[in-house]
């Protein structure tokens, strides 16, 4: 069984930054992909990054691009989501997922193991 952890969440001011991470433990395997997902207040999960097993590429969403960047630990099976610019809209749960596999997908239904979520608050 694999397991992820978020942490990092809080609260920031619009224009400032947050660095997420996320750790995944247990069965771990070189292959494993990890992905950035959020729930914004009364609104579905979203996709917001992935990344391949090895760290490159990566895939993100239209609103991440330019603000928010992923990047992996030296162990692989840590995962960084640094959050610039950030404004209120970026208010929402985040969440950490995994799979394993071999290619780069943003597809939600292909992650199998998630995280509970780290609230991160944007005040204006």
Known sequence: QVQVVESGGGLAQAGGSLRL???????TRSNLALAWYRQCPGKEREFVVASHWTGVPTDY???AKGRFTISRGN???TVFL???NLTPEDTAVYF????VQYHLTSSRSDYTVWGRGTQVTVSS
């Not at 991470?21 to 069965?27: H, L």
């Not at 950490?96 to 799979?99: I, M, Q, S």
């Open 21 to 27: 991470s996320c750790v995944a433990s247990g069965r």
């Open 75 to 77: 162990a692989r099976n």
């Open 96 to 99: 950490c997922a995994a799979t």
């Open 82 to 84: 640094q959050m610039d």
């Open 61 to 63: 969403a239209d609103f």
